[in-house]
């Protein structure tokens, strides 16, 4: 493999509490050093007015494959993560079959591998079939690649099964994601219960459904010692019980996705598919709380929950048409436009929060520019001024609100393993 020196860029590790401009060193799939090296490269990059960091990592995203591959697919999925700077992703396991058998972890570690993009790491499911009644075989899951486990898509409904979980996750140190949301109080639901839903005469899901299931879930990861991942938080009193039981010192974490800071239920009085999303858009008031919890570090990571459907499905009546939004080739911008450029949190911060952060979460060896760790870097342009056209991702699937968005940030490489494997065009 090649040596290259990324050069003159404004390097931001938070891993090493670095922010300065310096080059960084790699070299033999690895980190060989940050500022000056000794070996001459075999290749220079102008990293000039650019930030460089550790390779971005995205918790949260749906994949399809196997058994949706007219959504995504493992290989078009790791693309599109690269595009939008990710060079590490946990795929959920609501595939059908889910990924419920360490065979299935394999299949997903062997399409990835295959794929040679972005790395894939798979979360396996927390009960067999997704169904909700029985634990899945955990350890097994573990043996085949599983960093996490989670019936993401559902929640995990039973308090006695999610109780089983979190002790038996705890033996192989994993933590258990979850969708947290009372089933019985968003049949029907098409977008948060509240003043629009009423106007629009469409079925509500209450911010209650979420903040019942999360304080269930934070009691039951104190009595077990466990660790629960609240996964796209989007209630005020949601971030309220995080951050109370954070300082009660249980084993807690919580992510947020950029549509749950940049938009709100109004959204929905344009009947537009591409606004629903579970949990759904809520209102500024969850906004404003959501933000202060990324501000105060109450919500450690940002996820996408990356979530894409062929445009035909997407193209039904709201109450017919699926949940959820491609993310990941929008984040950064997205990030930008809701997080940085309001000044509510800074460059370092957000880097945080895509880089060692999501790596101690899923306890992988990512996320982190320290010398002899896995050379896996993005490249981004803080300044870059684009135009959100969703005709140009690389995801198979357009299910975008932020379509014409005139938008600024953007990642303009990703390096994986020390190859570079995405590199934006002049026009794209």
Not at 158 to 183: E, G, N
Not at 342 to 368: C, D, H, N, S, Y
Request: proline fraction near 7%.
């Amino acid at each position: 493999m090649s040596t290259i020196r990324i050069h003159g860029g404004r390097v931001i590790d938070p891993s090493q509490n670095i922010d300065t401009i310096t080059d960084v060193w790699i070299g033999r799939g690895h980190i060989l050093a940050i500022g000056p090296h000794g070996e001459p490269p075999d290749r220079t990059i102008d990293a000039t007015g650019l930030i460089v960091c550790p390779g971005l990592i995205d918790a949260h995203v749906h994949l399809r494959e196997p058994g949706n591959e007219e959504d995504e697919t493992i290989a078009t999925g790791a693309m599109s993560a690269l595009a939008g700077g990710c060079t590490s992703v946990a795929c959920m396991p609501n595939t059908l079959p889910p990924l419920d058998t360490q065979a299935a972890a394999e299949f997903v570690v062997r399409q990835a591998k295959r794929a040679g993009k972005a790395n894939v790491y798979p979360v396996g499911a927390v009960s067999k079939g997704r169904k909700g009644e029985e634990l899945a075989e955990l350890g097994r899951l573990v043996d085949g690649g599983a960093v996490a486990f989670t019936d993401d898509g559902a929640p995990v409904a039973s308090a006695s099964l999610m109780r089983k979980a979190l002790t038996y996750a705890k033996m192989f140190d994993r933590v258990i994601m979850q969708h947290c949301q009372v089933p019985e109080l968003t049949v029907g639901g098409v977008m948060n219960e509240g003043i629009e839903s009423m106007k629009l005469g469409l079925g509500g899901m209450p911010g209650a459904a979420e903040d019942i299931m999360v304080a269930r879930d934070i009691r039951l990861a104190e009595i077990t010692g466990g660790r629960v991942h609240i996964q796209h938080l989007s209630t005020e009193r949601a971030v309220e019980l995080v951050r109370e039981g954070k300082k009660r010192g249980i084993g807690v974490t919580a992510e947020a996705c950029p549509h749950h800071f940049t938009l709100t239920d109004e959204s929905l009085r344009t009947f537009d598919s591409n606004f629903k999303m579970n949990p759904p858009l809520r209102t500024k008031h969850d906004i404003d709380a959501v933000i202060g919890g990324l501000r105060d570090g109450t919500i450690e990571l940002l996820a996408t929950d990356h979530a894409p459907h062929a445009p035909e499905k997407k193209a039904r009546e709201l109450d017919l048409a699926p949940f959820g939004i491609v993310g990941l080739e929008t984040l950064i911008p997205i990030t930008v436009f809701g997080l940085i450029e309001p000044g509510f949190l800074t460059w370092p911060e957000v880097i945080r929060k895509l880089t060692i952060a999501p790596a101690q979460l899923l306890g992988i060896p990512k996320g982190t520019l320290k010398p002899g760790a896995d050379a896996d870097v993005t490249l981004i342009d803080p300044e870059m001024k684009w135009t959100i056209d969703p005709n140009k991702f690389h995801s198979k699937s357009r299910n975008t609100p932020y379509g014409g968005w005139n938008v600024k940030g953007r990642a303009v490489m990703a390096i994986v393993g020390g190859e570079v494997r995405y590199e934006l065009s002049a026009h794209a």
